[in-house]
């Protein structure tokens, strides 16, 4: 069964900041890793996905991360953080082979310090 | 290109009520899912629908849930009788056929 961890349950950055939300998975093969943001009161939406081929993958709002097979990790990254980033941050992982479901992290909290 | 559709966005009903949750997913898309999302928590999947089929209804509690997708479209999702602890955010999200789901906004459930 596959699994994911967001270690970081609140995380606080000065605004300009870098940040780097940590995220390890557990499945057996080659995972399809995402990341989604959600704002309270609002649905989910993709950042960013890792299907395959280059490992830095490049999302919206600036987001990057970079899948890493040895360590399991998908870490998401931003160079500057800004006051609209506030919001909640869940990897997930999914799998072909297991029926497309995403598995959710419990996700990280940010909150952004002017 | 329109989005999932849910509605409505906010209930509250007592326990023992019943309730229902309604999706149009994205027109072309033919997996479908349930997930519920208890505050402080990830999204957990309900139940998952491809085409008008159950694909996996594993984490459904089916003696008070009930999900179907009639023609292959629509969805609906169904409290009955509701618990105090089914209070939650119930998220419906579509998919071509791989793993990148794309997620309506969402129905606030508060039970009372």
């Known amino acids: 069964a596959q699994s994911v961890t967001q270690p970081d349950i609140h995380i606080t950055v000065s605004e300009g900041a870098s940040l780097e939300l940590r995220c390890n998975y557990s499945?057996?093969?080659?995972?399809?890793l995402f990341w989604y943001v959600q704002s309270p009161g609002q649905g989910l939406q993709l950042l960013l996905k890792?299907?395959?081929?280059?490992?830095l993958v490049q999302g919206i709002k600036g987001f990057e991360a970079e899948f890493k097979r040895s360590q399991s990790s998908f870490n998401l990254r931003k160079p500057s953080v800004h006051w609209s980033d506030a919001a909640e941050y869940f990897c997930?992982?999914?799998?072909?082979?297991?029926?497309?479901?995403?598995?959710f992290g419990g996700g990280t909290r940010l909150m952004v310090k002017p | 290109e329109a989005g999932v559709a849910q509605s409505p966005r906010y209930k509250i009903i007592e326990k023992r009520q019943s309730v229902a949750f309604w999706c149009n997913p994205i027109?072309?898309?033919?997996?479908l899912y349930w997930y519920q999302q208890i505050l402080g928590q990830g999204p957990k999947l309900l139940i998952q629908?491809?085409?008008?089929?159950?694909?996996?209804d594993s984490q459904l509690p089916k003696d008070r849930f009930s999900a179907e997708r009639l023609k292959g479209v629509d969805s609906t999702l169904k409290i009955q009788p509701a618990k105090l602890e089914d209070s939650a955010v119930y998220l419906c999200?579509?998919?071509?056929?791989?793993?990148?789901?794309?997620f309506g906004q969402g129905t606030r459930l508060t039970v009372v």
């Open positions: 999200a579509s998919s071509l056929g791989n793993p990148e789901a794309f």
């Open positions: 499945y057996g093969a080659t995972p399809y």
């Open positions: 890792y299907f395959s081929g280059d490992t």
């Open positions: 997930a992982v999914g799998a072909y082979n297991a029926g497309n479901m995403l598995t």
């Open positions: 027109s072309g898309h033919a997996t």
């Open positions: 629908f491809q085409n008008n089929g159950v694909v996996d």
